[in-house]
């Protein structure tokens, strides 16, 4: 393992400029992936997952704006590239799969020729060169009969299919690093699970490392070696996913995985009702004073009103921003 | 798929008129130039002359089947410049946005304030009459229309999830605008297309009518027409011929036109799926 992790990301913090006045949708958010690891992001709907990724490749549009931290690949900082070198680091070093696989090919084009698209550009291949390796990559996300494939048109594909088209064309040139937002959000259970199990055994082939976003605790926790917790615009938890499970520190962590369904031999313990956080996230334009969680946390004091909590060190390489963890 | 009545009938008009240009040599009865014969002058269609003679002579059977060329080339290559000039400047426009879309849309907004038959006017009278001349004419006077339907499907088409891929993928902005955009807005714009070329046509036998286009004795449906203007009452084929094929040939783009955006839209799409 070299020293310096394969992403390092440090304070970021994104503006989201509304009229005179700016807020900040995302801020203090730091953590890294290593080689090949898989790191989960997770939480609720609005809480600035989305748009970390997209500030990590630098596609962050206003009324959005990168307004402080550093992101490093490799050690080299490339918050600040300029955009034809940013440009080239993406789909060939980092790259990213999405939500809805319905919308994210181009209707007009057979889906081979779009796989195939990546090697030309990123890598100088011929067009011949290139559709027989589009064959190879959609062989390689396990779909059946590729040459016939390989001209379908994406309307012709189910959702499932498509994902697996768009983690050939992310995949295609073998990045360091997939950026996954909730890749499996918009597909049937069963196929989740396909999916899931093609991004992890493809990226453990090529070395790829993910960040995987998702609102979703429980797929998080099965796909990721770390979690990082997100409430707010801020990571709140950052630990190994098994401890994320069996102790949670953050109260808001403990109400994610209360709040999860019980199935199988926990459920024979008792029906009991299902556990909800009260409340709803605040909106970027009003975070609360002091702690960001208090209005919904069961353990909130007058500290907690008051004052911001830091991070504080975990044991096992963890982190959690509370006053009362535990 | 239903290939609708208008498809069929226009295709088959505009058909029928590239033939009679491409074929001309062969079907033509005599030199559309050369064969001036004051003997014939005036002659009523019958056997020899089907369609009749003009005043000097020459057979109008031959003159439309040469002029069909004419008409032709202008119609279909000015019509590509236009497209090709709406189409660069409205894809740019819409997909860069900020002061290179002001500079786009103000300057496609001058350009419809103007009527596009007197801007050409004022292009020919600058320019030496001819062909060379007359397809710059009308090929730099009828792009605005092209421009803002690129310009309106680059707005809509570029917050698509697929293009929002593309640039996370690493795609450059001339890449997403040739493989993302263009592809996804090529229907309308060829309906646009084809409807513009019947306008060309009109519009050169309007400049030909006027004598700022093809010069005579070179055979033009418009300079035809302009010719036979003093015997329309006592040898009125001599006019009715180039008219009718203007006629034909505009009907027939205009149909082809309809029949195309019946299959090329994205709602009739969405209604055969």
């Known amino acids: ?326 | 798929m239903r290939i609708g009545a208008n498809l069929v009938i226009g295709g088959t008009l505009f058909a029928l008129v590239v033939i009679a240009g491409v074929l001309a040599p062969w079907l033509a009865h005599t030199d559309p130039v050369m064969d001036a014969n004051l003997m014939n002058a005036e002659e009523p269609p019958g056997g020899a002359f089907w369609f009749g003679t003009d005043a000097q002579g020459r057979d109008i059977y031959s003159r439309v089947l040469y002029g069909a060329r004419i008409s032709l080339t202008v119609g279909i290559v000015s019509q590509l410049i236009n497209t090709v000039i709406g189409v660069c400047l409205g894809l740019s426009a819409g997909y860069w946005g900020g002061w290179w879309d002001d500079f786009v849309s103000g300057l496609t907004n001058l350009v419809l304030a103007i009527p596009s038959l007197i801007f050409a006017l004022a292009l020919m009278a600058i320019l030496t009459p001819g062909l060379t001349s007359l397809l710059i004419a009308l090929g730099l006077t009828n792009w605005s229309f092209t421009c803002r339907l690129a310009r309106a499907s680059a707005l809509s088409l570029k917050s698509q999830g697929y293009v929002q891929a593309a640039k996370v993928l690493g795609y450059g902005d001339v890449r997403i605008m040739v493989t993302q955009l263009l592809p996804n807005m090529l229907g309308p714009i060829i309906v646009i297309g084809t409807l513009g070329m019947g306008g060309a046509v009109l519009a050169e036998a309007a400049l030909s009518f006027l004598g700022l286009g093809i010069r005579p004795p070179f055979p033009s449906w418009g300079s035809m027409l302009s010719d036979a203007r003093d015997q329309i009452t006592t040898a009125p084929w001599i006019s009715i011929f180039p008219g009718l094929a203007i006629f034909i040939t505009v009907l027939g783009l205009n149909l082809l036109g309809d029949g195309l955006r019946d299959i090329l839209d994205p709602q009739g799409r969405a209604g055969k799926a």
């Open chain 1, 1 to 326: 393992m070299s020293a310096a992790p394969l992403l390092q990301v440090d304070d970021l913090r994104i503006d989201l400029a509304l009229g005179d006045e700016r807020f900040a949708a995302v801020q203090d958010v730091s953590f890294s992936i290593g080689r090949g690891e898989t790191f989960g992001l997770v939480g609720e709907s609005g809480c600035g997952k989305s748009i970390t990724a997209l500030a990590l490749i630098g596609l962050l549009r206003p009324p959005l704006r990168l307004a402080g931290g550093t992101v490093r690949l490799d050690g080299r900082e490339i918050q600040s590239l300029r955009a034809a070198e940013m440009r080239r680091l993406r789909g060939k070093r980092i790259s990213m799969i999405f939500q809805e696989p319905m919308t994210a090919l181009n209707p007009v084009s057979p889906v081979g020729r779009q796989i195939a698209e990546m090697f030309v550009l990123h890598e100088g291949a011929t067009w011949q060169e290139a559709e027989r390796r589009a064959v190879e990559a959609l062989a390689s996300v396990r779909v059946a009969a590729p040459e016939r494939r390989a001209k379908d048109y994406p309307h012709q594909l189910s959702g499932g299919m498509r994902q697996r088209v768009m983690i050939a064309i992310a995949l295609a040139c073998s990045p360091d690093l997939l950026l996954a937002d909730e890749p499996t959000t918009a597909l049937d259970v069963t196929v989740q699970a396909e999916i899931l199990d093609l991004v992890r055994d493809l990226c453990a082939a090529k070395g790829t490392a993910v960040l995987m976003i998702s609102h979703d605790l429980g797929l998080i926790a099965n796909a990721c070696r770390r979690v990082g917790v997100m409430y707010a615009g801020r990571i709140v938890e950052t630990r190994a996913a098994e401890e994320v499970f069996r102790a949670p520190s953050h109260p808001y962590t403990s109400g994610l995985v209360a709040s999860l369904p019980l199935l199988g031999a926990r459920a024979k313990e008792g029906r009991r009702r299902l556990k909800e956080i009260a409340g709803v996230v605040p909106s970027v334009a009003g975070f609360p004073h002091g702690c960001r969680f208090h209005p919904r946390c069961g353990r909130a004091s007058d500290l907690c009103r008051e004052d911001d909590p830091g991070p504080t060190p975990l044991p096992g390489d963890g982190l959690v921003r509370c006053h009362h963890h535990g």
